[in-house]
């Protein structure tokens, strides 16, 4: 079992930009794809961006595209989310999740999630 523990989230302004980290507990992160989700009030939880075991592959939802990009440091046992261009509609609480497998939907594991608030 792995735990993943997201930090970076906040209130930001329209255009502005965040970070979003994820620690993962075990040594071997690397043998896991991570994906990043998020869930607005009152909508189901929905894909952001998916990246594989090595970082050679990345997946993006289409409302993301081009402004949000994942990354990974096996090293370090982290995953990224860089956030551009932040839109009040990209409000929600953000969780990153691991599977065995490079997907937009089947997870294994999940963080408790960080708050991400945009302003207009």
């Known amino acids: 079992q792995v735990q993943l523990v997201e930090s970076g989230g906040g209130l930001v302004q329209a255009g502005d930009s965040l970070r979003l980290s994820c620690v993962a507990s075990?040594?071997?992160?690397?043998?896991?794809?991570m994906g990043w989700f998020r869930q607005a009030p009152g909508k189901e939880r929905e894909f952001v961006a998916a990246i594989n075991r090595n970082g050679g592959s990345t997946a993006y939802a289409d409302s993301v595209q081009g402004r949000f990009t994942i990354s990974r440091d096996n090293a370090k046992n982290t995953a990224y989310l860089q956030m551009n261009s932040l839109k009040p509609e990209d409000t929600a609480v953000y969780y990153c999740?691991?599977?065995?497998?490079?997907?937009?939907?089947?997870?294994?594991?999940w963080g408790q999630g960080t708050q991400v608030t945009v302003s207009s």
């Open positions: 075990r040594r071997t992160f690397s043998v896991y794809a």
């Open positions: 999740a691991a599977s065995s497998s490079f997907s937009r939907v089947a997870y294994d594991y």
